[in-house]
């Protein structure tokens, strides 16, 4: 499974930005899609998940901002990134896993978005 994210860059605070995966090899239809980050000097944290039944969730400091959905005709999955602030900065990293195929888990190579107060 190969993952390119895009959709990065830079905008002042308040603004958005949308971040898109595309995925192509064997895409399995039980799978969790997920959105993570990471800031300079910081560990790689959970920003949303979304589920093959279309369930989703969001990490604390993203809820009411940031909206994950998934596009199962393109195999792509989308961040909807509204009313940015400065600590949203950092890499975005796209993720699928299935859940209890350990082996079944990929990342794309990051995307950097970076907000400006």
């Known amino acids: 499974v190969q993952l390119v994210e895009s959709g990065g860059g830079l905008v002042q605070a308040g603004g958005s930005l949308r971040l898109s995966c595309a995925a192509s090899g064997t895409i399995v239809s039980i799978a969790v899609w997920g959105w993570y980050r990471q800031a300079p000097g910081k560990e790689r944290e959970l920003v949303a998940i979304?589920?093959?039944?279309?369930?989703?969730n969001y990490a604390d400091s993203v809820k009411g901002r940031f909206t994950i959905s998934r596009d199962n005709a393109k195999n792509t999955v989308y961040l909807q990134m509204n009313s940015l602030k400065p600590e949203d900065t950092g890499v975005y990293y796209c993720n699928v896993r299935r859940p209890l195929v350990a082996e079944y888990n990929y990342w794309g190579q990051g995307t950097q978005v970076t907000v400006s107060s």
């Open positions: 979304i589920t093959s039944g279309g369930r989703t």
